[in-house]
């Protein structure tokens, strides 16, 4: 079938729309001024989306430290100063009465305000359940799923002492509990058991020296009355729908529903400041990681495409996922750029590390200056050598965090599967991962590392080499990291949000087209047209076509005979390709990606890739 | 005028400090408001709980939880030996009992009727908290510590392992940017060795062997502290390693000297006693590890608040990151404008004049302010 030869504008959004995709509902209430802010650890950022001519974009952008701790205990003095900022830059007044206003009078104030919070720590969850790739997996699912940051998981079979246990509860001061275990008719004392730890532990919340703890009970019901009596003494206990009511069933929605409901209640209720902006807010105020998922969420439903969103922060790398229409979220609590450096060392380990720096650096060396970063975490890299050596840094932190991620976005584990003759040969155990990189549409970037790199062909080829997508995969990232501010929005104003995301929010580096199968160095794995421009793609080789942000172009891949790009081996894909800051980027590395051992041969095919990509400081972009 | 906030440590020969002595339960306060105290006096002591076992007692004699209270020999609050019997049905006809013996030594804490467990408690631990520092007793936490006032030199490091320990300061390298050799270490038991720019491993197994209870230095190589503790440091937050002796960097990792004003202050006080903490917490509310020495100094004390923050021309400066990393100079234009560094990055950057004369730009991020 012919192709159409030329490339061409796709109406300014970096990525392209779904056919027939209509974001000026009708029914979208009316709302021209739109102030939203997201209250983070340590800082609040504040953002302003105005309806323009009929469509929404961002109008502009402020912040300033957080204030939820000491010397000031309120919250608002932080969302004050970043609204004010936001109207210095834009010259508008939100504030009057030392508040945010809306609705508009006098021309001052907002239509909307809405706000996230991940202050003081985000939501912090303990979890337990009866068996740990079970009850306690769908139970972490569920609170990781809310927003929450699960601090530890308790379970029958995690190994520890009930002495160890208790320890444990004391020592971590979690927000919230979330109990589960048992399906409906199953145990009912292992659940007895769980609830005299939690009552020998007496644990305290984290905020607020008065209130009881919450803790949700979302395990099975025949155990409810007799886990009332042993902790409703001592705790606030709320009863919800069993979370895992039958082994091959979960049900996450009404426990995920109570940990937000109860964030609000209690955790929001008791952090400083908070009780006054819940009453400036026109919705509840959001945990950060949540509308973060909501945003994601959105995403690939509107887009049609399975999404896998990032975060690498200093001390965190949060993963977001949307496979087949089911969400996963995870944390990995010790994976980061700055703070949790030594940790990304201590689990990646030096050599693995090293073996993405194109120069000649030995362990001990990188060793000492991963160190260095790790006690002067606020320090920048000065020279491409640093900065090498950083995103390196940043690969191992991301491909750990998605084998993190992938453990536990999985199907049900634990469940009896009608094997057949051919099952006995292949093993399957149920549980395996949702995650497949084949069928992922769409990567989006997000923190320092990626949206602030020097060249965004870098930030592109930290993602192709960390997460090795297959196929035919888009590319973005996160320009200022927004996507708290329009995942609440998207819960009032859906097309709003989805409009701000596409035009303000993404910044498309492109396409990555991977080949997956196996030949010899060298051998032609796929031939290619793209727009007028075509081509062969030889194993081992990485190559880059500069389609600029906010073009599509026509593109017809044929590959070799064992070699497949989403139609099957050697089936012939045609359709659009969208470029962005990188372009579209052919990676013809193989998977899984494999560096050569010897040093010389790894660093020189390292230069070769990464000056492929145009992403070499200094080299021709 | 430009402004950046950089924080830096403090290295002072008189400083007035206050430190909190608190127990993590409650205990017993054993000193009053205004008392003198020593390194070693004991400010409070408490008894930790022990831990707790759960004994599942129904399903070991085969009973329903409910009927447990009537086959219980003991009652809540009383000891129990390991191997004494605790609960005994009464069988059929006397016949068939079953018994269960009590799997520890403890505390009967209390019977479940409704789980069916039996809850035994170890015996308490007796925790205390030391003074760790001379002075004088300025507050008292009720129940729980006090607060120590004193007056004395502080020096804070970087980065450190190991907890609190007090010894007298023994200078064992020939200068600042001297290595500290494995055989110049003798005679330093109980001491806390000062050593110049670094470490090997031989130095570092010769202080432990000598007895020295902590070793001050300008930086280790990784690969030292990861042989010293046996494992690689994860997250940043020290203070717990299991290690007969603590350590102290004061620059960082890598070979570096260690800074000339902090080599003198420590010269100057060798022979003193140190109380010394290599506890460090780089997030959220940092920690430095810190060498405290008390004594009768006769310059003024400087309050130790916060480190002063303002980036400004004329700011005496150090530079933490490569290429210049470790060099000293000062700070003679703050630009407005954005600039271009090697990386391509556009950051704000402060022009710095090092002591060797070379003027040189730099983040500013990557600017520590040395206190003047």
């Not at chain 2, 890598?254 to 420590?266: D, H, I, K, P, S």
């Amino acid at each position: 079938m012919p192709i159409e030869s030329e490339c061409r504008p796709s109406a300014g959004h970096p990525l392209t729309l779904k056919k027939g995709a209509c974001y000026h509902s009708a029914a979208m209430p009316e709302a021209s001024r739109i102030v939203a802010t997201d209250c983070g650890s340590t800082t609040t950022k504040a953002i302003l989306i105005e309806k323009r001519d009929g469509s929404y974009r961002l109008a502009g952008r402020g912040e300033a430290p957080t204030t939820v701790e000491a010397p000031f205990d309120d919250v608002t003095a932080g969302v004050l100063n970043a609204v004010g900022e936001l109207e210095d830059l834009t010259d508008q007044q939100f504030i009057a009465d030392r508040r945010v206003r809306t609705p508009i009078a006098n021309d001052v104030g907002a239509d909307l305000y809405l706000s996230t919070s991940s202050a003081g720590g985000g939501l912090q969850m303990l979890v337990t359940g009866v068996v740990k790739t079970m009850t306690a997996e769908s139970a972490q699912r569920a609170a990781l799923g809310a927003g929450a940051i699960v601090i530890d998981v308790i379970s029958v079979d995690d190994g520890r002492a009930d002495h160890e246990r208790v320890a444990r509860i004391r020592s971590i001061r979690p927000d919230m509990i979330l109990m589960s275990g048992g399906t409906e008719g199953g145990t009912v004392q292992h659940l007895l058991d769980t609830s005299e730890i939690l009552l020998a532990a007496a644990p305290r919340p984290r905020l607020g020296r008065d209130f009881r703890l919450p803790v949700i009970y979302a395990g099975n019901s025949e155990a409810r009355e007799q886990i009332g009596t042993i902790l409703g003494d001592s705790v606030d206990i709320i009863f919800e729908e069993n979370l895992r009511p039958q082994l091959d069933r979960e049900n996450l929605g009404p426990a995920r529903e109570a940990i937000h409901r109860l964030f609000l209640e209690h955790v929001m209720a008791q952090a400083p400041g908070y009780d006054k902006l819940l009453t400036w807010t026109n919705a509840p105020i959001m945990s950060t990681p949540r509308a973060v998922g909501e945003m994601v969420q959105l995403a690939a439903r509107t887009e049609e495409v399975d999404v896998l969103a990032v975060d690498i922060g200093g001390a965190t790398t949060d993963i977001f996922s949307v496979f087949g229409e089911r969400f996963n979220r995870t944390v990995s609590a010790n994976l980061g750029m700055s703070y949790s450096i030594g940790n990304v060392l201590a689990e990646a380990s030096a050599a693995s590390i090293r073996r993405w720096i194109p120069i000649d650096i030995d362990e001990d060396e990188l060793r000492n200056r991963l160190r260095n970063k790790m006690i002067r975490p606020t320090t920048i890299p000065q020279t491409v050598e640093d900065l090498l050596i950083e995103q390196a840094v940043a690969r191992e932190a991301l491909r750990l965090a998605l084998i993190h991620h992938a453990a536990l976005a999985s199907g049900l584990k634990g469940v009896q599967q009608a094997r057949t003759m051919a099952d006995l040969f292949t093993q399957v155990s149920g549980g395996e991962t949702l995650v497949d990189m084949m069928a992922l549409g769409l990567i989006i970037g997000s923190g320092g590392i990626l949206s602030h790199a020097p060249r965004r062909q870098q930030a592109a080829l930290m993602l192709l080499d960390a997460f090795e997508p297959q196929g035919i995969t888009r590319l973005a990232v996160d320009s200022i990291f927004m996507m708290p501010q329009l995942g609440v929005l998207a819960h009032e104003l859906p097309d709003a949000a989805m409009e701000v995301f596409k035009r303000d929010c993404l910044i498309a580096l492109g396409t990555a087209i991977v080949p997956i199968g196996r030949s010899k160095e060298g051998a032609v794995i796929l031939e290619w047209r793209i727009g007028e421009e075509s081509g062969e793609l030889r194993a081992g080789e990485l190559q880059r076509i500069p389609i600029a942000t906010g073009e599509t172009c026509q593109a017809e891949l044929i590959p070799a005979r064992r070699f497949d790009v989403g139609q099957g081996k050697g089936q012939r894909w045609t359709g659009e390709v969208v470029g962005g800051a990188a372009g579209v980027i052919l990676d013809g590395r193989g998977r899984p990606l494999e560096l050569p051992h010897d040093d010389v041969e790894r660093i020189r095919k390292l230069r070769e890739w990464i000056e492929a990509a145009g992403a070499m400081p200094g080299g021709p972009q | 005028m430009g402004v950046a906030y950089t924080p830096g440590l403090r290295v002072t020969p008189s400083a007035a400090i206050r430190r909190e002595r608190r127990l993590p339960t409650d205990g017993n306060v054993l000193v009053d408001r205004g008392q003198k105290v020593h390194a070693e006096t004991l400010i409070a002591q408490a008894e930790m709980p022990g831990n707790l076992h759960a004994i599942r007692a129904a399903q070991i004699l085969h009973i329903d939880p409910q009927e447990l209270q009537s086959c219980i020999l003991k009652q809540p609050g009383d000891a129990v030996e390991a191997g004494e019997i605790i609960a005994e049905t009464k069988g059929l006809w006397g016949l068939f009992k079953s018994a269960l013996r009590a799997p520890l030594t403890g505390t009967l804490e209390d019977i479940s009727g409704v789980s069916g467990h039996i809850r035994i408690r170890e015996k308490p631990r007796q925790v205390k908290v030391l003074a760790h520092i001379a002075g004088t007793v300025a507050e008292i936490i009720e129940g729980e510590g006090a607060f120590i006032e004193t007056q004395g030199a502080l020096v804070q490091g970087i980065f450190g392992v190991g907890g609190e320990r007090r010894g007298r300061l023994r200078i064992l390298a020939s200068g600042p940017d001297a290595p500290l050799h494995a055989d110049a270490v003798e005679d330093c038991e109980g001491c806390v060795i000062v050593g110049g720019a670094t470490v090997d491993d031989r130095a570092v197994e010769a202080a432990v062997r000598a007895g020295a209870v902590g070793l001050v230095v300008g930086a280790v190589r990784d690969e030292v502290l990861r042989h010293y503790l046996g494992y690689d440091i994860g997250v940043a937050i020290t203070g717990q390693e299991d290690v007969p002796m603590t350590l102290i960097l004061t620059e960082g990792f890598g070979e570096l000297a260690m800074a000339t004003r902090t080599w003198q202050l420590l010269s100057k006080l060798e022979g003193q006693l140190a109380s010394i903490d290599g506890a460090t917490q780089i997030r959220a509310g940092v920690i430095r590890p810190e060498v405290v020495v008390t004594g009768d100094s006769e310059e003024t004390p400087i309050s130790v608040g916060e480190p002063e923050q303002t980036l400004e021309p004329g700011s005496r400066v150090r530079i933490i990151r490569a290429p210049h990393f470790g060099a000293l100079g000062r700070v003679t234009r703050l630009p407005v404008q954005l600039a271009e560094i090697e990386t391509e990055s556009s950051v704000r950057i402060a022009v710095v004049k090092l002591d060797d004369g070379d003027e040189v730009p730099v983040p500013r991020a990557n600017l520590e302010i040395i206190q003047e």
